[in-house]
């Protein structure tokens, strides 16, 4: 009696923590997945994350949106961690919520973004990193970055048609009105658009 008693028990307790399994599973795959939060990385100088892939230059002229672009786009391949170019004071760090519009309201934002203001040469620069995944921001409004710091991860945020992030340097305030070409702020070896010569 007691050797059933226990063998019940047993099948009991088994058939309660598969339940508890499944049920846990079919949790997870009702909530919706999070963006990935920045990872440690090693980067380069000059480089907006580790292994950026040039996809659109800048383009000036009269007006700050296409087919005129005030920045130059960057496609992560690998780590999605973006990182600081320049050291400097966070001014802006808009985590959210930053859904796309591209599809849907026709809205020409940044999305997500964050600006880092920065004296350089005289000047007071503004360096913005748009389209940045909603919810993985890794600094805060006066926080001081280093080149190379972890800002959040590529995303797709405000007027964008995929991932990417674009890099704008505003002269003066953060402002795309006053935007200059970023170049000589990247590491040459990143820039492939002939468009910059």
Known sequence: ?????T???????????????GVVGALGALLPSLPNQPTPTQVAAGRPCA???ETQGYMPGPGA???HHTGID????????????????????????????YYSSGARTFGCNVDIETHLDGRD??????????????VLVGEQVVAGDALGTEGE?????????????DLGAASTADCINPVRYLDPSIIQCPCHN
């Open 1 to 5: 009696m007691t050797r059933t008693l």
């Open 7 to 21: 063998c019940g028990c047993l099948i009991a307790v088994l058939a309660l923590a598969m339940l508890l399994i």
């Open 51 to 53: 292994d950026p892939i």
């Open 65 to 67: 949106f296409e087919p």
């Open 74 to 101: 960057f496609a992560c391949e690998g780590n999605l961690t973006l990182t600081a170019v320049l050291a400097g004071t966070v001014v802006i760090a808009d985590d959210g919520p930053c859904p796309n519009t």
């Open 125 to 138: 620069l503004f360096a913005r990193y748009g389209h940045i995944a909603q919810g993985s921001l890794d």
């Open 157 to 169: 945020s405000g007027y964008a048609t995929g991932r990417h992030v674009h890099f704008e340097i």
